[in-house]
């Protein structure tokens, strides 16, 4: 059986992600591609598109295809939402990139969406499917760590504030490094904790390094009137169980400490981290061990064999949930607390006070 899937939004991350990954999988044809400039949807579907291939610049049109099955998201933020819920409410299963939403309220909406139509709705958080992540995750649910009460998420770059697009427009984007690469690194940490009930949030969100002029950056400077998101931001997430999370996030950071997508945890049993490739470290026999992982693909639950990277395994990982009718890996309920924690950093920032969620 093969599933047409159609792509809304064919710019850098489709290009980059989706269309590759699900190019590469023989149960999936390629049959419809929206962009609002349509000489980018054409290249798309040249590219990557079967031979019926169609082209849109209006997504309404594109979803009153019945013959599309799956909708991939690949706009920026403040769109997710609405083309989503359009999709689910068309009959289409829908994976949206991440951040889920802007909003937590926007999140919600997409979620019922997914459960009134009775359709699959998934989000792009695809560091999940990396070798070390795939194996922490065993470790973790294991029990090897024990309890885990402490997390720290990690998403810092020094100087690597992307200047295309929308990315420094906080209307269209909501946010800058916290809701970008931010969301990757809480993902994580909440998916290795297995905890998705917050109490409190503390933020801090800086515009600092974002309004210095012809400043250094690892691609073209940025024009410090047109960036309107914070350049770094900060969390501390407190969960109901008393167990606490560190979130640090910045594209532009006066700081040798980088490390992105990443995240470290502390349990009574021991700990990990993903420092220096993955790090299991504990006690034995009243002695401290740290052990480095080698990984290939060892661990890794949905492929043998081939060497993919994680976008591949993301899109197989999906595309396998849909036509055999499994939970996808990442829960949109799980994606919704991300983005309540999100949201919660914005406003704690905003306002000076700490941000309590409803029990």
Not at 22 to 30: T, Y
Not at 171 to 181: C, E, F, H, V
Request: include cysteine; proline fraction near 3%.
């Amino acid at each position: 059986m093969k599933l047409n899937v159609g792509i809304i939004g064919c710019g850098g991350i489709a290009n980059g992600k989706h269309l590759p990954s699900l190019q590469a999988i023989d149960e999936v044809r390629l049959t419809a591609f929206c962009d609002l400039e349509q000489a980018r949807a054409t290249d798309a579907a040249n590219n990557y598109g079967s031979e019926e291939a169609r082209v849109y610049t209006d997504y309404r049109e594109l979803l009153a295809d019945n013959s599309i099955d799956v909708i991939h998201v690949c706009t920026p933020n403040s769109s997710h939402r609405d083309i989503t819920v359009a999709a689910l409410d068309a009959g289409k299963h829908v994976m949206c990139e991440k951040p889920m939403a802007k909003t937590t309220a926007e999140a919600k909406d997409m979620i019922a969406a997914a459960k009134r139509n009775n359709k699959k709705l998934t989000i792009g958080y695809q560091n999940r499917f990396r070798t070390d992540s795939q194996y922490l995750r065993q470790v973790t649910q294991r029990g090897d760590l024990g309890e885990i009460y402490l997390g720290k998420a990690q998403a810092i770059r020094r100087r690597a504030v992307p200047t295309w697009g929308v990315f420094l427009d906080e209307q269209q984007q909501g946010g800058g490094p916290l809701i970008d690469i931010g969301t990757h690194a809480l993902d994580l940490t909440l998916w290795m904790m297995d905890n998705y009930e917050p109490e409190s949030v503390m933020g801090s969100i800086f515009h600092k390094l974002g309004q210095k002029a012809n400043a250094a950056n690892a691609w073209d400077s940025w024009d410090p009137e047109a960036f309107t998101v914070e350049d770094s931001a900060f969390g501390y997430i407190k969960m109901t169980n008393g167990a606490t999370i560190i979130l640090e996030s910045s594209w532009a950071l006066n700081t040798l400490d980088e490390d992105e997508a990443k995240c470290a945890l502390s349990g009574t049993e021991g700990g990990a981290d993903m420092k220096d490739g993955l790090r299991i470290h504990g006690e034995d026999m009243g002695k401290l061990y740290t052990k480095h992982i080698a990984l290939d693909n060892e661990g890794v639950a949905f492929y043998e064999g081939e060497d993919e990277d994680e976008a591949e395994v993301e899109a197989r990982a999906w595309i396998d949930a849909i036509l055999n009718d499994t939970k996808p890996v990442v829960d949109p309920q799980e994606a919704l607390v991300v983005t309540q924690i999100l949201e919660a950093i914005y406003q704690s920032a905003q306002s000076g006070q700490a941000v309590y969620f409803n029990k």
